[in-house]
């Protein structure tokens, strides 16, 4: 009976311990997590909401983005654009949504700027991945950026 007892005891704990290292759907996501360095690994495109396409990273194509507790830097490299793209601003998480405001950008960015004062996003966060998606006028999904943590 004592083994029996000991063994449900190393069960349940170890159901704890998997319980509470992952974050649950409805758990509020926390500016906090995001905090960190990350990398862009891939692009989804989506029709109708449901990914039609993987577009990776070519030779030579670095995105990547240094979220603190609440600004944001964010720099890409094409090798094939002569263009230089960075920017730099603040963000806000709420409600599973990520919004990024740019104070100031590269040149190119800073048009779109112009256009776009708030980049706002769907959030979904992992420990070690992000993906930012990109809504259209109808609600629908129709591109997202894809990260994986570097530090």
Do not use: C
Not at 27 to 41: A, F, K, N, R
Not at 81 to 108: Q, V
């Amino acid at each position: 009976m004592k083994k029996q007892l000991l063994i449900l005891a190393g069960v349940v704990l170890v159901a704890f311990l998997l319980m509470a290292s992952h974050r649950l759907p409805n758990d509020p996501i926390t500016s906090q997590q995001l905090e960190g360095v990350w990398e862009m690994e891939h692009q989804y495109m989506y029709e109708n909401g449901e990914i039609t396409d993987t577009m990776f990273n070519m030779h030579g194509y670095r995105q990547v983005k240094i979220y603190s507790n609440s600004k944001v830097m964010w720099s890409r490299f094409n090798p094939n654009d002569p263009n230089e793209w960075f920017g730099y601003g603040t963000y806000t998480i709420k409600d599973g949504w990520l919004e990024e405001r740019l104070e100031y950008a590269s040149g190119p960015m800073m048009e779109i700027v112009d256009t776009t004062q708030v980049f706002r996003f769907q959030l979904e966060l992992d420990k070690d991945t992000f993906r930012q998606v990109a809504l259209d006028n109808n609600g629908q999904r129709y591109y997202s950026e894809n990260y994986k943590r570097i530090e």
